[in-house]
């Protein structure tokens, strides 16, 4: 179809499917772990993120379009495919995605492990002293927990939840030979451990085995008296959206609370199965749990690779794992000292996991102790399970300061964790608000008030990724420190916002979604188109998660074909089609996967020689823009704008790791000019690593100055 450049919105070829884009970002996940850069026990752990992004896409997106197609849904997106195209085109390519992984398994990683002396194994090449070792430790570990269910109009049909790991078994009784087919089932709990390490002897190494071999190999002791012809393990994946009547609810935490309950019992959108099960039982199961075959998954080797992710962990070998890293600490950020004063001297900028979340602790710590802050109000949306952060809130909260806590209670996946911590806060005097029913609360904000001698006085902390301690160790983010008032004074309007009721709240310095966000990225971008059609300086680079808003997209190609060199970092979704000519023959789209996940978003404008440069938490998607609060801030001190520019994307755009996005929506390798490798990533943790062993040289040299003077 010929591309009308006076009409873009009539095009389907103009934009990618958002689907099908995030199957092709899993394929470069894939792709990590074949590739020999990276310690093979960080290639398994890449294998171990595809079955986990594979899982919530299926429990999410594909169960939508399910949806859609059992509604009669006919709609189709801006792509033009409509629901059913898109699961058929889905399930296509993702058993594709699935024969690729297990490929890898089996040919790639186990292999190389048992080259390294790491042994996974199967129950076929159990030793007789692993088999002695098995049976003693199914015996005292496994079979006290497990409950085997029949399958006969005695016993009902068993009800099995969502990602548990299940037998299914085809039994003989000998005493009735004219009963072809006999079906019981073991469900697993999901308190064992899904893989045992076999302790190692003097002549034989250790041994990892998956439970579900484990159970195979003395499953005959739960069935006493009957043959076992054939078990499979097999896992259902089901509908785990949450469904919030916004109209009735009146209790947000109980009523998803009520949800999680329901999640574990949704409709099933995907049955995984060991390959050579026989084609009656498969239907009978499938019959019973209401699937179609156009849902079956047959897997060739272990139910479910997300739990390679603890065998990582588990396996004590520094020398198969990328090397440690630790974070450089900024020297104004170390040793005694006052984060506020830090904050006063002049805005700061940390760029994670390079640089030690601990200052984002200290911010919030340091605000619990200190006598003069009145107050600290903050946005939760994860955070990890031991958080530092929230410990402090309650803290300071027990010390008599005013604090309120802002938690999402529905960030996927996290809402019963967020649930629990919201308890705990609220028991400890914390003033705890879940914002808005139909908005998510995704910004990254806190606030501390301060009663100064020159009066009160607000400090600011706002970033592109969650107050997770443990998650700034392993994504790429970016932290702003601030006190000035034009700046405080707003974050202080988003708080007021969300904990009272502003139906159109003015903010002239940040940009928040649902308010002003949408339409002043439009503006930025034919901003920069009419600058390039009036032959002023043009140019827009953006990083971020996902670009999906129509809109945004229409805009970045009508900024295109006015001129606009434009290099956009998408790490997953990109519906935006780049390098056509007429419609975005400037544009450069490229995915950057690595050793950590690449996370911050930063928007850049030209401005016709007056850049804007804004960090914050929005990607370009409908559901950012209008479906959550966001806020996105701009960045003005000369030298912080500089490390953003020169630093953060100047090496991004270097990266000879990258992959870069054709028009035909495949992902190719960058053009290597020299041939020379050149990995952001590990130029950042190298550029760490100078600047800490600087520091820590400028110190020794200080104290020997000190040290000599005094001497004298």
């Not at 591309?3 to 894939?30: C, I, M």
């Not at 009547?245 to 099933?268: A, C, Q, T």
């Not at 935006?576 to 544009?587: A, D, H, K, N």
């Not at 490390?643 to 390798?669: C, F, H, Q, S």
Request: aromatic share 10%; proline share 5%.
């Amino acid at each position: 179809m010929p591309y009308d450049e006076n009409n873009p919105t009539k095009n389907k070829s103009a934009y990618f499917n958002r689907e099908l884009s995030w199957l092709a970002f899993n394929r470069r996940v894939l792709e990590q772990a074949y590739d020999e850069r990276f310690p093979i026990l960080d290639r398994m752990r890449f294998l171990s993120f595809v079955a986990s992004n594979l899982d919530e896409f299926y429990e999410i997106r594909v169960a939508g379009l399910i949806q859609q197609v059992e509604s009669n849904v006919v709609e189709t997106g801006p792509d033009g495919l409509g629901p059913k195209e898109q699961i058929r085109r889905v399930h296509s390519i993702s058993a594709s995605l699935v024969h690729d992984q297990y490929e890898c398994w089996h040919k790639q990683i186990v292999p190389v492990l048992a080259e390294n002396g790491v042994f996974f194994k199967t129950r076929e090449q159990f030793t007789k002293r692993e088999i002695s070792w098995l049976e003693k430790y199914f015996d005292e570990e496994v079979y006290p927990v497990l409950t085997p269910l029949a399958s006969d109009p005695a016993h009902p049909f068993p009800s099995f939840g969502n990602k548990t790991l299940n037998l299914l078994l085809w039994l003989d009784d000998p005493e009735t030979p004219e009963t072809e087919t006999i079906l019981a089932f073991i469900p697993v709990p999901r308190i064992l451990p899904r893989v045992v390490c076999i302790p190692g002897t003097e002549r034989a190494k250790p041994a990892y085995v998956f439970l579900s071999d484990v159970i195979k190999t003395f499953a005959d002791r739960l069935f006493t008296g009957y043959k076992i012809k054939a078990v499979h393990a097999f896992r259902i994946t089901r509908n785990s959206d949450l469904y919030i009547d916004e109209e009735e609810v009146e209790n947000l935490l109980l009523s998803i609370e009520e949800e999680l309950y329901k999640r574990r019992k949704g409709s099933p959108v995907r049955l995984e199965i060991e390959d050579g099960v026989n084609d009656e039982l498969l239907e009978r199961l499938l019959t019973n749990i209401g699937l179609s075959r156009q849902h079956v998954f047959n897997i060739n080797g272990p139910i479910n690779m997300m739990r390679l992710q603890s065998v990582y962990d588990l396996i004590d070998r520094p020398d198969l794992k990328s090397a440690s890293f630790t974070p450089h600490v900024p020297h104004y950020f170390s040793g005694e000292y006052n984060i506020y004063d830090v904050i006063r001297e002049q805005d700061r900028l940390l760029h994670h996991p390079y640089d030690s979340f601990s200052p984002v602790v200290d911010f919030v710590a340091q605000a619990a102790q200190d006598p003069k802050v009145l107050a600290i109000k903050m946005t939760l949306y994860r955070t990890s399970s031991d958080s530092p952060i929230v410990k402090a809130l309650m803290a300071a909260a027990r010390n008599g300061k005013q604090v309120t806590a802002l938690i999402e209670l529905k960030a996927r996946f996290d809402e019963a964790n967020n649930i629990n911590w919201a308890r705990l806060l609220e028991e400890a005097g914390v003033h705890v608000v879940y914002g808005f029913v139909k908005l998510k609360t995704h910004c990254k904000c806190c606030l501390v008030v301060r009663r100064e001698e020159s009066g009160i006085r607000r400090y600011a902390h706002l970033g592109t990724g969650n107050y997770h301690s443990k998650t700034a160790k392993l994504y790429t983010d970016l932290s702003f420190f601030t006190c000035r008032e034009d700046i405080t004074e707003e974050v202080a309007a988003v708080f007021n916002t969300l904990t009272g009721f502003a139906k159109s709240p003015k903010f002239e310095r940040l940009l928040v979604a649902p308010f002003n966000l949408h339409s002043k990225m439009q503006e930025f971008i034919l901003r920069e188109a009419k600058n390039a059609k009036a032959g002023k300086p043009a140019r827009i680079i953006a990083k971020c998660n996902s670009l999906i808003d129509k809109d945004t997209i229409d805009a970045l190609y009508e900024a295109s074909r006015s001129g606009v060199q434009i290099d956009l970092i998408v790490r997953g979704i990109c519906g935006l089609v780049p390098g056509v000519p007429g419609m975005s023959s400037t544009i450069r789209v490229r995915s950057i996967l690595g050793r950590f996940l690449e996370h911050s978003r930063i928007f850049y404008f030209e401005n016709a020689g007056k850049p804007e440069i804004y960090l914050g938490s929005a990607d370009w998607m409908p559901r950012n823009f209008f479906r959550r609060v966001e806020v996105v801030f701009p960045v003005e001190q000369e030298d912080l704008r500089t490390r953003i520019v020169e630093e953060v994307l100047g090496k991004t755009l270097e990266d000879t790791t990258a992959k870069i996005l054709k028009p035909n929506g495949a992902y190719g390798p960058v053009a290597r000019a020299d041939g020379q490798v050149f990995a952001e990533q590990d130029y950042f943790m190298s550029l760490a690593e100078k600047k800490t062993r600087s520091e820590v040289e400028n110190s020794r040299a200080n104290e020997k100055d000190i040290f000599g003077g005094i001497l004298k």
